[in-house]
């Protein structure tokens, strides 16, 4: 176990390192995490509704869907 915990904090100081050493490294972070953040939640709120929940009310006939759009064969 030991040498795992070594290389995480190896490969964790290679990058920390490099990444502190870059001219532009903040702002290519921030730029990473605004991607990030676009991606997953507005991208989410706009192109993927919550369908299950929209167009049923109980768990059971969610569940039920699911699983029938699973078992069928087409």
Do not use: C, H
């Not at 290389?7 to 532009?24: C, L, Q």
């Amino acid at each position: 176990m030991r040498t795992n915990s070594n290389i995480v904090k190896r490969v964790w100081r290679f990058y920390y390192n490099g990444f502190a050493s870059m001219t532009w490294g903040r702002q290519l972070w921030l730029i990473i995490l605004i991607k990030l953040f676009i991606m997953f939640a507005i991208l989410k709120l706009f192109f993927f509704p919550n369908f299950l929940k929209t167009n049923f009310d109980t768990d059971a006939e969610r569940s039920n869907y699911v699983i029938e759009r699973l078992t069928d064969i087409e």
